[in-house]
């Protein structure tokens, strides 16, 4: 008889990271661009089986450039993992939060049979970004602009993943537009 071992451990390890690597932000470790597409491309398949809601909030910090500028890139990067870590506390279990880059956050929020629970989840999140964190002896304040998209699962609606982030971050500007510091729904 004749036997052959082969130790796969770093083989797999390589593998994780490159997972890793492809679908989590490397700042935050929250789920990346691709990463949030693809869970909400498999919930809208899902939803044909057993409708649900969701509503889908692009998150911008106001005021981060500022910190970046005035504090560096350093303090920025510490920043934003606080910032995240509160945002990441004020949402339920079966939310998502995720990084797109830079100061821009997307939250997919799980309405199940309740359409109007948005609300306070986004005032939570409002909040969350409001809050000052202490960097260094500095505190540092930012707030939050927020779109939000709305999907009505049993509306059977004709949506895909990116035109539902797409509305969500046409509705962020609105709410920048609109003072800052708040929310606004795409359509409304």
């Known amino acids: 008889y004749l036997s052959m071992i082969t130790d796969i451990t770093e083989a797999k390890k390589q593998q994780q990271q490159l997972e890793n690597f492809a679908y989590y932000d490397s700042l935050t470790g929250l789920p990346n661009r691709l990463l949030l597409t693809d869970r909400l491309t498999q919930f809208l398949l899902e939803n044909y089986r057993k409708p649900q809601n969701l509503a889908i909030a692009f998150i911008d910090l106001d005021g981060f450039k500022a910190i970046n500028d005035?504090?560096?890139?350093?303090?920025?990067?510490?920043?934003?993992?606080?910032?995240?870590?509160?945002?990441?506390?004020?949402?339920?279990?079966?939310?998502?939060?995720?990084?797109?880059?830079?100061?821009?956050?997307?939250?997919?929020?799980?309405?199940?049979?309740?359409?109007?629970?948005?609300?306070?989840?986004?005032?939570?999140?409002?909040?969350?970004c409001n809050t000052p964190i202490v960097i260094k002896g500095a505190s540092l304040q930012v707030s939050a602009s927020i779109g939000v998209s709305l999907y009505e699962g049993k509306?059977?609606?004709?949506?895909d993943a990116a035109t539902l982030i797409s509305q969500a971050d046409q509705a962020m500007y609105v709410a920048k537009q609109a003072g800052k510091n708040n929310y606004h729904i795409f359509g409304a």
């Open 155 to 159: 509306s059977k609606q004709d949506m």
């Open 70 to 128: 005035n504090h560096g890139h350093a303090v920025g990067d510490e920043f934003l993992v606080a910032i995240s870590q509160n945002m990441q506390m004020a949402i339920r279990k079966n939310d998502t939060l995720g990084r797109l880059g830079g100061d821009e956050f997307i939250v997919i929020l799980n309405l199940e049979d309740n359409f109007q629970a948005f609300q306070r989840p986004l005032q939570k999140l409002i909040a969350a």
